[in-house]
């Protein structure tokens, strides 16, 4: 889905952008790049549609915050869009998706600068504290010392920033190969050396695609408890074109 709608329940827009295909795209379980850009006018329009239509809400609606989805890193989108982005901002609790390699102290100080947030929410795909499933069944190519890495700038930032600037780390849960045991490993590791954890049900949209597994209700209990998310992959915004 690309667009923009309204949480009530959260009072936060949630716009979903066009991006370019992800720099990496090599994650088994992800299709984004079925909604990448096709051009650089495309993602362009895409953009300038979109922001009127957040302009639209906030002049409607109550809003505490914004979250932003490209299909890949936020800081992947090209300059101009995010400066386009400053307009609706200013003094808002901000949501963004990155990938580790794109994050660093000057990265995240110019972005902070150029949004202007309250706050500043980075939330980072891990998926998963372990290496083997991290890398080898989820080919996500980040290695054990990249998470550290991350955690040891959020202890910077964070100093830095007086908490106005927060790691938020997603895990991944449902799919076959992902055991119950690791998923509650990952979310009490990632709790320990970030400021929270997403927890997502993994979304199968295409048959060559790993398959997902039942989920326990012991496991949903936890999470529920110990995630400042949990995320069912119900909702329209996980619906890609042309698919119902």
């Not at 009127?52 to 109550?62: A, F, S, V, Y």
């Not at 309250?118 to 083997?132: A, N």
């Not at 799919?175 to 400021?195: C, P, T």
Request: glycine share 6%; with cysteine.
């Amino acid at each position: 889905m690309i667009g923009a709608i309204y949480d009530e329940e959260a009072k936060r827009i949630i716009a979903i952008l066009k991006g370019f295909v992800c720099s990496w795209n090599r994650c088994t379980f992800c299709c984004f790049y079925e909604e990448a850009a096709k051009s650089f006018d495309d993602l362009i329009l895409t953009a300038k549609e979109i922001i009127p239509r957040i302009e639209g809400l906030m002049n409607e609606k109550l809003v505490d915050r914004i979250s932003f989805f490209n299909g890949g890193s936020f800081f992947e989108l090209p300059l101009g869009i995010i400066y386009d982005l400053s307009k609706v901002t200013n003094k808002k609790i901000v949501e963004i998706e990155s990938r580790p390699e794109f994050l660093s102290k000057d990265s995240i100080s110019h972005l902070y600068h150029v949004l202007k947030p309250s706050k500043l929410i980075i939330r980072i795909g891990f998926e998963s504290i372990y290496d083997d499933i991290r890398n080898h069944l989820l080919n996500k190519g980040i290695t054990d010392s990249e998470v550290k890495r991350i955690a040891e700038l959020r202890d910077y930032v964070k100093n830095k920033s007086d908490d106005s600037i927060e790691f938020i780390a997603y895990v991944l849960f449902g799919l076959k190969g992902i055991d119950e045991k690791s998923v509650i490993m990952s979310v009490r590791e990632f709790n320990k050396i970030f400021d929270g954890v997403i927890a997502v049900k993994y979304k199968r949209y295409h048959e060559w695609m790993p398959k997902g597994v039942g989920v326990s209700k012991e496991l949903l209990e936890f999470l529920r408890i110990n995630c400042l998310d949990v995320d069912l992959t119900e909702s329209d915004i996980w619906k890609l074109n042309n698919q119902p």
